[in-house]
């Protein structure tokens, strides 16, 4: 049995969702995992927002247009009477949930029942459109085995259980349908998996079950090897080792979730990233690949900030370093890069919010230096010690670029560079033409 997972802009529209329910009846018995249909948790997430500032009209109006769209897929979703009552029946009781969480008292209790109602709606409009199709699916609540423990990580023990449970009750069902995102916490609450978790929930899913694949399915032809918003002529990456698409998912290839990959690594299972819009295509397969002893991507993350800390002090004295980290495990702010001299240390972070108060106490252990707006750059690969000359083709490639940061030998699989932002494009393509035509 495969996990199948399709994000927002794959059941889109209603058209879409039929697309996408005839591409998994073709493809047989396995769990399919929804995000809801795309804007519609931006849309909860106003909503929320409207109620934590007692704007109570402005949400209902919100609340209103959102139901308004709904009906409207409803009426263009389903051929026959019967189905479309249905699903108006389940969507006027969702919105009627979602008005009566919708009052002056607004609370980090309400705003995740209102978060989880995105999924709960994709899930129940395909269940029943899979019904009037005559295939037998059947809709397993996440509610009811996705749990995540008092540290806020999943509980995989109690998933496994519980959706082996669900899955032996209902073995005669032709599809498993399931809602991405959602989940409880340790409290039995609502709860979720954090923006953009449905990846991170079919991997916990395959990672339960032992599928023999996870397929993430979105409307790009797979991982590609350098960002096509900024660069011409890119190409799809056919294999990536789980590492390798690991440091892709964090510097921004937004594709793939970055939680998604530890759960499919851990328990082996391979990842393919596949394009509802180009089914037959080959997309990205991440698994436990060969070395391949290649660059296969570069990908960029913005908004960095690098602080350097210079102290006389630091020669040959043991435990600056500890010092430095404590004041960002202070602040609750992780580090990125780091890079060391034997009289200085730079390090980047990508979020400012504590950084007035980090750089005051900084400031007791040495001279400091800031530089916003930096992105840092970075080259995938199977970048192992041993293999010659990559280092010299990246930084060849950046030759007339100023380079604020080089970070390699972290892992086998990464090197990373920090530019100033606004050159940032121009580095992205200067490597595209080193390394990859
Ligand atoms: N619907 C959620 C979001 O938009 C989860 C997801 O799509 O992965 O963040
Ligand atoms: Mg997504």
């Not at 018995?29 to 109620?51: C, P, R």
């Not at 590609?224 to 921004?252: I, K």
Request: hydrophobic fraction near 40%; charged fraction near 25%.
């Amino acid at each position: 049995m495969k996990v199948l997972k399709f994000g927002g802009t794959s059941v889109g529209t209603a058209s879409r969702i039929k697309e996408v329910a005839a591409l998994v009846a073709e493809r047989g018995k396995n769990i399919v995992v929804l995000s809801a249909m795309s804007g519609t948790t931006n849309t909860l997430v106003e909503i929320s927002d409207y109620l934590y500032k007692k704007n109570v009209d402005g949400a209902k109006e919100i609340v209103n247009s959102l139901e308004n769209k709904y009906r409207s897929v409803i009426n263009e979703l389903y051929d026959k009477e019967e189905s479309r009552e249905a699903a108006f029946k389940e969507i006027k009781a969702i919105f009627n949930y979602i008005r009566s969480l919708s009052k002056d008292m607004f609370t980090l209790f309400e705003e995740r029942e209102i978060l989880a109602q995105g999924e709960l709606i994709s899930t129940t409009l395909m269940n029943i459109y899979f019904h009037e199709q005559g295939v037998d699916s059947v809709l397993l609540p996440a509610l009811d085995f996705m749990r995540t423990d008092k540290n806020s990580e999943p509980d995989t023990a109690y998933i496994r259980t519980r959706l082996t449970a669900l899955l032996e009750k209902h073995s005669d069902a032709a599809v498993y349908l399931t809602q991405g995102y959602i989940c409880r916490n340790a409290y039995g609450e609502v709860d979720n998996l954090q923006r953009g978790g449905s990846d991170y929930t079919a991997s916990l899913i395959g990672a339960a079950i032992g599928a023999d694949e996870i397929e993430i399915w979105t409307d790009i032809d797979g991982m590609h090897n350098n960002d096509p918003r900024y660069v011409e002529n890119t190409s799809p990456v056919c294999e990536l080792h789980f590492e390798e698409a690991a440091e892709l998912a964090y510097f921004g290839a937004k594709i793939l979730h970055p939680t998604c990959v530890l759960p499919a690594k851990l328990n082996n299972i391979p990842v393919r990233l596949l394009n509802t819009m180009q089914p037959e295509a080959h997309g990205t397969l991440i698994y436990n690949c060969p070395s391949s002893h290649s660059i296969k991507a570069v990908a960029a993350k913005d908004n960095i900030t690098a602080i350097k800390i210079k102290s006389g002090r630091m020669l040959l004295a043991y435990g600056f370093l500890r010092k430095v980290f404590e004041i960002f495990e202070t602040y609750q702010t992780s580090i990125d890069m780091i890079t060391t001299s034997e009289v200085g240390v730079s390090v980047s972070i990508d979020n400012e919010r504590n950084l007035h108060r980090i750089l005051d106490d900084l400031k007791k252990f040495g001279t400091v230096t800031v530089d916003h707006d930096m992105a840092i750059i970075c080259v995938v690969g199977d970048l192992e010690w041993h293999n010659c000359g990559f280092e010299t083709r990246v930084l060849n490639a950046l030759g007339d670029i100023p380079v604020r940061m080089i970070s390699y030998g972290g892992s086998n699989y990464n090197i990373s560079i920090l530019v100033r932002q606004c050159d940032k494009i121009a580095a992205m393509n200067a490597l595209q033409k080193a390394l990859f035509v």
